[in-house]
T-cell receptor, first 112, second 113 residues
Framework: AQSVTQLDSHVSVSEGTPVLLRCNYS??????LFWYVQHPNKGLQLLLK??????LVKGINGFEAEFKKSETSFHLTKPSAHMSDAAEYFC??????????FGAGTRLFVKA | NAGVTQTPKFQVLKTGQSMTLQCAQD?????MSWYRQDPGMGLRLIHY???????DQGEVPNGYNVSRSTTEDFPLRLLSAAPSQTSVYFC????????????FGPGTRLTVL
């Protein structure tokens, strides 16, 4: 069985400050891990993915995530938040089968 | 490419009614899936397909049927709608059934009264 846990349901930051969205995973396999973003009333869009290559993964819009096997974590970061980053973010895991399991989501608020 | 398209965007049903949510992709993707999104629960997999003629159950398949007669289309059928099926439904596809990213449609917001 595999699962992901997003540790914060809401995160609020000020524009220009760093963003940290936390995701822990559990898997019996070597997983692939993903971060998706969902803007209001839209479908999900891939930010970045980890598939057992480099542990530091760079994505779109300045986001990156680091795969840490020892901590079973895949946290999403961005050095400087922008108002347009306000959205909901989902961590997801896939491994050993055809199913992708999503976390419950973290809503990011960005204050001016 | 239109990507992944879903119809309708909104639907209101009465308890016991049946309906089909349509999903199509024009990217020749092998893998297609249906999710439902409920507040605080993320996305939960309903059914998926790894190719035409092949479907399987996800985490929450009860009350839903699917079929995959063509590569392009993957409709989701609600057999007898219940208020618990009120949700936002997303269809997604990926090139292969392995570890590729999924491309999502815009969603269908369904309300069952």
């Amino acid at each position: 069985a595999q699962s992901v846990t997003q540790l914060d349901s809401h995160v609020s930051v000020s524009e220009g400050t760093p963003v940290l969205l936390r995701c822990n995973y559990s898997s019996s396999y070597s997983p692939s891990l993903f971060w998706y973003v969902q803007h209001p009333n839209k479908g999900l869009q891939l930010l970045l993915k980890y598939t057992s290559a480099a542990t530091l993964v760079k994505g779109i819009n300045g986001f990156e995530a680091e795969f840490k096997k020892s901590e079973t974590s895949f946290h999403l970061t961005k050095p400087s938040a922008h108002m347009s980053d306000a959205a909901e973010y989902f961590c997801a895991i896939k491994g050993g089968g055809f199913k992708t399991i999503f976390g419950a989501g973290t809503r990011l608020f960005v204050k001016a | 490419n239109a990507g992944v398209t879903q119809t309708p965007k909104f639907q209101v049903l009465k308890t016991g009614q049946s309906m089909t949510l349509q999903c199509a992709q024009d990217m020749n993707h092998e893998y297609m899936s249906w999710y439902r999104q409920d507040p605080g629960m993320g996305l939960r997999l309903i059914h998926y397909s790894v190719g035409a003629g092949i479907t399987d159950q996800g985490e929450v398949p009860n009350g839903y049927n699917v079929s995959r007669s063509t590569t392009e289309d993957f409709p989701l059928r609600l057999l007898s709608a219940a208020p618990s099926q009120t949700s936002v439904y997303f269809c997604a596809s990926s090139l292969l059934a392995g570890n590729d990213e999924q491309f999502f449609g815009p969603g269908t917001r369904l309300t069952v009264l």
